[in-house]
């Protein structure tokens, strides 16, 4: 089993710059979350995907972020355009609700945003 | 709304020491319970979890009882490794949605 698959592991960009976060879920899962960890804010759940429709996306910081899952096997978060401050670790996590509901992360993707 | 509350950080042991990690919570119906682990560098993982009353969750050595009338689920090792040294975070997930509430989480480090 691969577990939950994310790339890059570790982004460095410039200000102003687009930036895609690519995840992986485990085959058969029917939830994604995409999640942001800080040191100050610690971890957020920032929107989830329940059969690839987007149900909750309340914990998106603003219009500059966007998350999309074209199908049960891909998403994506997008931060268009970036800023320092969303320099953090970017986790994917999924799950099959109805089954124990526990999530699997991720290793996580490292952005830095200069 | 759904909430969880851990015991601060950072905690520091010796090996061989008992290790406790408080965790009460709020929640509305019948929670699920869970204890995640990130190491350093790492994504979360999940350490043990319980779905109902007075269940107990446990994995490497790790235990926690779910406690309703208490509204806990506290985290208990009797003997901690230096390899233990992580993130702790205690979570919840009520029956009636997908998301998962986390709490702030504790810094433990063991020292040989």
Request: with cysteine; charged share 20%; glycine share 8%.
């Amino acid at each position: 089993d691969a577990g939950v698959i994310q790339s890059p592991r570790h982004e460095v960009t410039e200000m102003g710059q687009e930036v895609t976060l690519r995840c992986k879920p485990i085959s058969g899962h029917n939830s994604l979350f995409w999640y942001r960890q800080t040191m100050m804010r610690g971890l957020e759940l920032l929107i989830y995907f329940n059969n690839n429709v987007p149900i909750d996306d309340s914990g998106m910081p603003e219009d500059r972020f966007s998350a999309k899952m074209p199908n049960a096997s891909f998403s994506t978060l997008k931060i268009q355009p970036s800023e320092p401050r969303d320099s953090a670790v970017y986790f994917c996590a999924s799950s099959y609700i109805g089954r124990g509901n526990e999530q699997f992360f991720g290793p996580g993707t490292r952005l830095t945003v200069l | 709304g759904d909430s969880v509350t851990q015991m601060e950080g950072p905690v520091t042991l010796s090996e061989e020491a008992f290790l406790t990690i408080n965790c009460t919570y709020t929640a509305t119906g019948y929670p699920s319970l869970f204890w995640y682990v990130q190491y350093p560098g790492e994504g979360l993982q999940l350490l043990l979890k319980a779905t109902k009353a007075d269940d107990k969750g446990s994995n490497k050595g790790f235990e926690a009882t779910y406690r309703k009338e208490t509204t806990s689920f506290h985290l208990e090792k009797g003997s901690v490794q230096v390899s233990d040294s992580a993130v702790y975070f205690c979570a919840l997930t009520s029956s009636n949605d997908y998301k998962l509430s986390f709490g702030a989480g504790t810094t433990v480090t063991v020292r040989a």
